[in-house]
């Protein structure tokens, strides 16, 4: 388990700091490294973007030429790295893709601010260094995309966000086709950058490319205006392209945070606290050279896990009701995040930095991760899911249905321990997913 204290030595030291969600820039429009006083709205001081989403220092985590094997990651830089190869071996994804489900047929989306130029090309080197199919990335530049420049860390730092979404989605769904819509403008805190997200999701519904969308930034509630005063419109009048995608069938997936739970405060992070998302929280994995485990899955304590001001209890939700309460909680399910335990990525937009990295990317890493595993679903099942926390908590409390409980471990000193059942530190707990694509599709 990281420690609060080994987790800002991870995260957070160093000069160059970038968040490990894309709402990392404290460069952007409307950013500040500093949180405001608390608001008479919420139980507790609202959080900063720093503290929302952690940060991922380019600058100290080393680049390799080529991958090492997780033991000797441990002793070189004293964590563990990752393959797809074993990420296939842990969530028991081998099965299906021997049955034939790879995800093909289907599509991700994944929105980002800014994209990678080199994209296309480190999907194929990480493609050839693990044996992966390679496929296109249809690029869709959503408005006024400035040139890349690798110089502006934000421009950086969101380049590092598409590279881990982009792979991580492909690591799991090799056979989905991925697009990647590239906005204009930083999503930083707030409504900030939103707008263009929104837009972009509603014309690719309204398009009908897409069958999941994974989202792997996040804004606190209460940075929106109007929220200390309960006006929350702001916020509702921005998810008009969530709403198009419920409507046609498309799953949202989010990042739940990287700043840890509060479970004295209600401000969810948004867009994984609206009740049209699937939000996705984190663990930590410990496994070895082949990809078994060492010992169960722990609750990341990192992972944001929170009660939304805005939303109240989803009727999806209703079976957990006596842990939420009145809310919306979050998370509803997890896959790895831990900075202990991360996925090798392999990028070249920064000439400086180009090669293999595996710098742990919190919640980043669980939402396209558990994106492939819906489109896996999707494939089996012949059709979208839509939205599948529907079919989770019907999942939850039955046997066999790939839903694996999660005991141990909490998401910092105010968040939220893991215990049996649902719970806010890992939601429904994580996945085998052979089992759990086939119970999704009806399968089981």
Same mark, same amino acid.
């Given at each position: 388990m990281v420690t609060p204290s080994r987790r800002r030595t991870l995260l957070t030291t160093g000069t160059a700091a970038l968040s490990a969600l894309a709402v990392l820039a404290l460069t952007g429009p409307g950013a500040s490294a500093t949180a405001p006083t608390a608001s008479p709205a919420s139980t507790g001081a609202v959080r900063s973007p720093r503290n929302l989403v952690g940060g991922q220092v380019l600058s100290s985590d080393p680049v390799f030429k080529s991958p090492v094997s997780t033991s000797a990651c441990r002793k070189q830089i004293d964590r563990g790295c990752y393959s797809p190869l074993q990420y296939d071996k842990a969530y028991d994804l081998s099965p299906l893709y021997a049955e034939g489900v790879t995800g093909k047929g289907r599509t991700i989306v994944i929105t980002d601010s800014f994209g990678s130029p080199t994209i296309q090309h480190d999907l194929e080197v990480f493609d050839k260094q693990w044996g992966l199919p390679d496929t296109r990335v249809e690029v869709v530049k959503w408005g006024d995309v400035p040139d890349f420049d690798h110089k502006d860390p934000d421009m950086n730092g969101w380049a590092g966000e598409t590279t881990l979404d982009v792979e991580a989605a492909h690591a799991v769904a090799p056979g989905a086709h991925i697009v990647l819509v590239e906005t204009g403008v930083a999503e930083t805190e707030g409504p900030v950058g939103i707008p263009e997200m929104q837009s972009a999701v509603n014309h690719l519904v309204d398009e009908g490319k897409g069958d999941v969308v994974s989202m792997s930034w996040a804004t606190s509630e209460a940075r929106?205006?109007?929220?200390?005063?309960?006006?929350?419109?702001?916020?509702?009048?921005?998810?008009?392209?969530?709403?198009?995608?419920? &409507?046609?069938?498309?799953?949202?997936?989010?990042?739940?945070?990287?700043?840890?739970?509060?479970?004295? &405060?209600?401000?969810?992070?948004?867009?994984?606290?609206?009740?049209?998302?699937?939000?996705?929280?984190?663990?930590?994995?410990?496994?070895?050279?082949?990809?078994?485990?060492?010992?169960?899955?722990?609750?990341?304590?990192?992972?944001?896990?929170?009660?939304?001001?805005?939303?109240?209890?989803?009727?999806?939700?209703?079976?957990?009701?006596?842990?939420?309460?009145?809310?919306?909680?979050?998370?509803?399910?997890?896959?790895?995040?831990?900075?202990?335990?991360?996925?090798?990525?392999?990028?070249?937009?920064?000439?400086?930095?180009?090669?293999?990295?595996?710098?742990?990317?919190?919640?980043?890493?669980?939402?396209?991760?558990?994106?492939g595993v819906v489109a896996l679903a999707d494939q089996l099942a012949g059709h979208r899911l839509g939205q599948v926390d529907r079919l989770l908590y019907r999942l939850h409390g039955h046997r066999n249905t790939g839903l694996v409980d999660v005991t141990t471990g909490n998401t910092g000193p105010n968040g939220y321990t893991a215990g049996p059942g649902y719970d806010q530190a890992t939601g429904l707990g994580t996945v085998d997913a052979t089992r759990l694509v086939h119970a999704l599709a009806g399968r089981r």
């Open positions: 929106f205006p109007g929220f200390d005063l309960g006006d929350y419109t702001s916020l509702t009048t921005l998810r008009y392209g969530f709403s198009n995608a419920a &409507r046609h069938g498309v799953t949202l997936t989010a990042s739940s945070g990287d700043g840890g739970g509060h479970a004295n &405060r209600v401000d969810a992070a948004w867009p994984a606290g609206d009740p049209l998302v699937t939000a996705v929280g984190g663990t930590e994995l410990r496994l070895d050279d082949a990809g078994n485990r060492l010992e169960p899955d722990t609750a990341w304590s990192g992972s944001g896990g929170d009660r939304s001001k805005v939303f109240s209890r989803p009727a999806y939700q209703n079976p957990v009701r006596s842990v939420v309460g009145e809310h919306r909680g979050t998370p509803d399910i997890s896959m790895a995040a831990s900075p202990d335990g991360a996925l090798w990525m392999y990028s070249s937009f920064d000439p400086t930095r180009t090669g293999w990295t595996a710098d742990g990317a919190g919640t980043s890493e669980s939402s396209p991760l558990f994106a």
